[in-house]
Protein backbone atom coordinates (compact mmCIF):
# COMPACT_ATOMS: atom_id res chain seq x y z
CA UNK A 1 0.00 0.00 0.00
CA UNK A 2 1.50 3.59 -0.94
CA UNK A 3 1.10 6.14 1.88
CA UNK A 4 -1.20 8.64 1.69
CA UNK A 5 -0.11 12.21 2.59
CA UNK A 6 -2.67 13.76 5.28
CA UNK A 7 -1.94 17.27 5.80
CA UNK A 8 -1.16 19.72 3.16
CA UNK A 9 2.16 20.13 4.96
CA UNK A 10 3.20 16.43 4.15
CA UNK A 11 1.92 17.30 0.24
CA UNK A 12 4.09 20.42 0.20
CA UNK A 13 7.49 19.32 1.54
CA UNK A 14 6.77 16.30 -1.22
CA UNK A 15 6.54 19.31 -4.20
CA UNK A 16 9.68 20.97 -2.08
CA UNK A 17 11.17 17.72 -2.38
CA UNK A 18 10.16 16.74 -5.92
CA UNK A 19 11.18 20.16 -7.04
CA UNK A 20 14.45 20.11 -5.53
CA UNK A 21 15.32 16.76 -7.18
CA UNK A 22 14.49 18.50 -10.72
CA UNK A 23 16.45 21.46 -9.87
CA UNK A 24 19.27 19.56 -8.75
CA UNK A 25 19.14 17.16 -12.18
CA UNK A 26 18.62 20.28 -14.40
CA UNK A 27 21.84 21.77 -12.93
CA UNK A 28 24.00 18.55 -12.70
CA UNK A 29 22.88 18.34 -16.54
CA UNK A 30 24.36 21.99 -17.13
CA UNK A 31 27.23 20.55 -14.98
CA UNK A 32 27.85 17.87 -17.22
CA UNK A 33 27.65 19.56 -20.71
CA UNK A 34 30.39 22.00 -19.15
CA UNK A 35 32.53 19.69 -18.13
CA UNK A 36 32.43 17.96 -21.61
CA UNK A 37 33.12 20.91 -23.45
CA UNK A 38 35.83 21.99 -21.16
CA UNK A 39 37.21 18.86 -21.96
CA UNK A 40 36.96 19.23 -25.70
CA UNK A 41 38.53 22.66 -25.22
CA UNK A 42 41.40 21.51 -23.01
CA UNK A 43 42.03 18.68 -26.19
CA UNK A 44 41.74 21.31 -28.92
CA UNK A 45 44.33 23.34 -27.19
CA UNK A 46 46.95 20.57 -26.92
CA UNK A 47 46.35 19.54 -30.19
CA UNK A 48 47.11 22.97 -31.34
CA UNK A 49 50.38 23.25 -28.88
CA UNK A 50 51.63 20.07 -30.39
CA UNK A 51 51.03 21.88 -34.13
CA UNK A 52 52.94 25.19 -32.59
CA UNK A 53 55.72 22.62 -31.47
CA UNK A 54 56.66 20.88 -34.87
CA UNK A 55 56.47 24.61 -36.63
CA UNK A 56 58.81 25.94 -34.02
CA UNK A 57 61.00 22.83 -35.17
CA UNK A 58 60.53 23.30 -38.97
CA UNK A 59 61.30 27.32 -38.94
CA UNK A 60 64.35 26.14 -36.64
CA UNK A 61 65.09 23.60 -39.59
CA UNK A 62 64.98 26.09 -42.19
CA UNK A 63 66.56 29.38 -40.62
CA UNK A 64 69.45 26.18 -40.05
CA UNK A 65 69.24 25.28 -43.92
CA UNK A 66 69.16 29.30 -45.19
CA UNK A 67 72.80 29.28 -42.97
CA UNK A 68 74.04 26.68 -43.99
CA UNK A 69 73.22 27.72 -47.89
CA UNK A 70 74.34 31.14 -47.55
CA UNK A 71 77.80 29.53 -46.30
CA UNK A 72 77.67 27.26 -49.13
CA UNK A 73 77.15 29.93 -51.93
CA UNK A 74 80.05 32.71 -49.60
CA UNK A 75 82.18 29.29 -50.24
CA UNK A 76 81.70 29.29 -53.87
CA UNK A 77 81.56 32.93 -54.60
CA UNK A 78 85.00 32.82 -52.87
CA UNK A 79 86.48 30.34 -54.39
CA UNK A 80 86.03 31.83 -57.87
CA UNK A 81 87.71 34.56 -56.86
Known amino acids: PTPTLNTPQERE????????????AT???????????L??????????IDVLKRQKVHLEAARALQF????????????QA
Open 27 to 37: DNKKLERQRGE
Open 39 to 48: LVAFKKQLKL
Open 13 to 24: GKDVAKSDYNRL
Open 68 to 79: SESEFLATLETG
